[in-house]
């Protein structure tokens, strides 16, 4: 009897175990608008140096917000529409970290070749200005995105950040392609505290990684 | 009643095994070589690819009679020392200072780690490394020129620079047909490793070194790029997949890199076989 009992606390424990695994949080899903290959939606990011105590228990790490009916969450998993045109704005209130590979400092796989900052479009920023990336590997997407001056006014001390904190804003369209399973990441070792920049925040979806589901 | 044999048939069972050995043997050898050798993991694409499937035939053979003597000798003992429901369930007498025996373990165990590292030595140097990182000086080279490509590995992508077109940069791997590459694969931060699967090419990624691996593609395809190294959150992600086209089509396809990526080619480091990336982030 008392076997039988074991057996089932431990069945009952692994079935916990594995539902946990596999349901992760709701995965954002913007609305898309248009139809066929004008199908389009608008993902509204920001980054910040530190989350803080309201959306982690990691205060201190870096980590991307989405913008969900207006307001910031931390969730980096993403579901988007196949064969369809991504507008994407970037808030982006980090200071620069610089890459460690410079070529991953030219834009590739956007629409027209090029991004804005502040209004200004542009292919490529100086390599020790970058403070993050947004990079889909897989569909041949990343953008450099420009951290924000050392001795700006009014710096971000921790998420979420209002618009009159000192920002650059980044735009840039993708064309999400065929249906998958894609991760995204960023490639600036960004990490403050962690062995190469790499740990922490970059070793966890919710942070500096996530999934983007093309459905 | 016992079916334990009471005595030992004629030509004791040694020879009955030895015999059921050869038998296996001379059935299994042939599948071996002409049917499951040509199958053989990675295939033929390259030069050293092809070397890694005779490699890895020559060990299937030396394997077979091995094999063969000890699923042999199993069911041998299985069927001819079964015990009996009525037997006692006890050890057999022990044996001890078996002459015959001992000489021939030994003999036939050295002979053959012996031949497997001649064989496994004349292998590597015959085939320029075998696919395998050499370090950052190559005791086997090839013969003539070979293109040289850098792998640079970091979390979690690989990227390619050609030294000869410029010091140019790519986020694909394309290499040209019938022609000798050698790459030289490092890394930015942690330990990877390059794993070209159908070219048989894997060599380690580490930060700081140099590695170095020869190949020469044999025909124009597609190959599957892996990290074989676990490196941290994404890599199962790390792969990618290279191309080995015509000489026309890659001299068309790095004028295009070229072009494309001109502007951040003059912020690149100048090529090196290593490089220490500064600033390093915000590692503490």
């Known amino acids: 009897m008392i076997t039988l009992v074991a057996v089932a606390v431990v069945a009952v424990l692994i079935a916990a175990y594995v539902v946990f695994l596999t349901n992760g949080p709701t995965p954002y899903r913007p609305v898309a608008s248009g139809t066929g290959a004008s199908r389009s939606v608008d993902l509204t990011l920001q980054t910040v140096a530190a989350i803080g105590p309201k959306l982690s228990p990691n205060e201190s790490w870096v980590s991307y917000l989405v913008r969900e009916n207006g307001v910031w969450h931390r969730s980096t998993v993403w579901t988007l529409p196949a064969h369809s045109l991504v507008h994407v704005t970037v808030y982006q209130f980090d200071g620069d970290s610089g890459l460690r590979n410079p070529f991953l400092s030219k834009a590739r796989g956007i629409v027209g070749g090029t991004f804005t900052v502040n209004g200004k479009p542009m292919s490529m920023i100086n390599p020790d200005d970058a403070s993050h990336t947004f990079a889909i590997p897989e569909l041949g997407l990343i953008v450099p995105l420009l951290g924000v001056a050392d001795d700006a006014k009014n710096q971000c001390d921790y998420a979420p950040c209002s618009m009159s904190n000192a920002h650059n804003t980044i735009t840039f369209t993708f064309r999400t392609g065929a249906k998958g399973h894609y991760r995204w990441q960023c490639f600036v070792p960004c990490a403050a505290g962690f062995v190469y920049g790499f740990g922490g925040p970059m070793q966890t979806i919710g942070y500096m990684d996530g999934f983007v589901n093309v459905v | ?284």
Request: proline share 8%; glycine share 10%.
């Open chain 2, 1 to 284: 009643m016992s079916s334990r044999p009471t005595s030992a048939p004629r030509g004791g069972h040694a020879l009955r095994i030895a015999l059921l050995t050869v038998v296996l043997t001379l059935i299994t050898l042939p599948l071996v070589i002409w049917v499951l050798g040509p199958n053989m993991p990675p295939g033929k694409g390259t030069d050293v690819a092809k070397a890694q499937v005779f490699d890895n035939t020559v060990l299937l053979v030396v394997m077979t009679p091995i094999t063969m003597f000890i699923l042999g000798y199993l069911v041998y003992t299985l069927i001819v020392f079964r015990a009996g429901k009525a037997d006692p369930t006890e050890d057999g007498a022990p044996i001890r200072g078996n002459m015959r025996l001992q000489v021939a373990w030994l003999v036939v165990t050295t002979v053959a780690v012996l031949f497997l590292a001649a064989f496994g030595t004349v292998e590597l140097l015959s085939n320029n490394g075998s696919g395998g990182g050499q370090g950052p000086s190559p005791i086997a080279k090839p013969d003539g020129g070979a293109l040289p490509v850098q792998v640079i590995a970091q979390q979690w992508q690989f990227t390619y620079r050609y030294p000869t077109y410029g010091g140019v940069e790519t986020a694909q791997l394309e290499l040209p047909v019938n022609r000798q590459i050698v790459f030289h694969v490092t890394s930015l931060d942690a330990i990877h490793s390059f794993w070209a699967y159908q070219l048989g090419v894997k060599a380690d990624a580490n930060p700081g070194v140099d590695n170095v691996a020869y190949v020469k593609p044999k025909t124009v395809r597609t190959f599957q790029i892996r990290c074989a190294e676990l490196c941290g959150l994404w890599h199962g992600y790390m792969f990618d997949t290279g191309r080995v086209v015509s000489g026309g089509d890659f001299a068309s396809w790095i004028r295009r890199q070229q072009t494309e990526f001109r502007d951040v080619t003059k912020v690149l480091p100048p090529y090196a076989t290593t490089y220490n990336p500064d600033p390093p982030g915000r590692a503490g």
